[in-house]
């Protein structure tokens, strides 16, 4: 060690073991963590995916919770023919497009703009719409035999109004929808 000086020290650091690596402790550390070497974790790389998170209820949702894939309206080209050729009803919440759906299911689609809100405010009411159309409006639709394409366009108001009011909104607005199949 010639590049060495006298007072310079040789200061060799332990190998960690393979099952455990090392965690040098701060004077100045929370006191809320735990203190010494930690092992690492086991999941290995199910830590990478995420897949170790734990589920809110501790239960996934069933099949039959969830929007199906074949049941959104998502392409643009789909979402303005219908805002060109759809039935439209207004009310003082949403504006409604309906028109016959050239699958065999109802679809929906959702369409909520900005409106100088944030996107909390926002994914809450699309969240709120599509939960609607899910129960209520595609299940009336497929059991009518006659499967339509819905899109719901929320207007500015809708913002402030709970659950109960869109809802009352959406079936307000399909009620002539609705009697129109059948």
């Given at each position: 060690m010639d590049w060495a000086t006298r007072h310079d020290a040789n200061i060799q650091a332990a190998e960690p073991q393979t099952d455990q690596q090392a965690r040098i402790s701060c004077a100045n550390e929370d006191d809320r963590w735990p203190q010494?070497?930690?092992?690492?974790?086991?999941?290995?790389?199910?830590?990478?995916?995420?897949?170790?998170?734990?589920?809110?209820?501790?239960?996934?949702?069933?099949?039959?919770?969830?929007?199906?894939?074949?049941?959104?309206?998502?392409?643009?080209?789909?979402?303005?023919?219908?805002?060109?050729?759809?039935?439209?009803?207004?009310?003082?919440?949403?504006?409604?497009?309906?028109?016959?759906?050239p699958a065999s299911r109802s679809r929906m689609g959702v369409i909520v703009p900005k409106h100088g809100r944030n996107i909390v405010d926002r994914n809450r009411l699309k969240r709120r719409l599509r939960e609607i159309c899910r129960r209520d409006v595609l299940t009336r639709l497929d059991e009518g035999g006659k499967p339509g394409d819905v899109l719901i366009r929320a207007r500015r108001e809708a913002y402030g109004a709970g659950f109960d009011d869109l809802r009352n909104e959406v079936h307000k607005a399909m009620e002539g929808f609705w009697s129109d199949e059948s």
């Open positions: 010494g070497t930690q092992p690492p974790s086991q999941q290995g790389t199910l830590a990478s995916r995420g897949d170790d998170r734990p589920q809110v209820d501790g239960r996934l949702p069933e099949r039959g919770e969830r929007l199906p894939q074949g049941a959104r309206i998502r392409h643009s080209n789909e979402i303005r023919g219908l805002l060109e050729r759809g039935k439209r009803k207004r009310t003082r919440l949403i504006d409604v497009f309906f028109t016959s759906s």
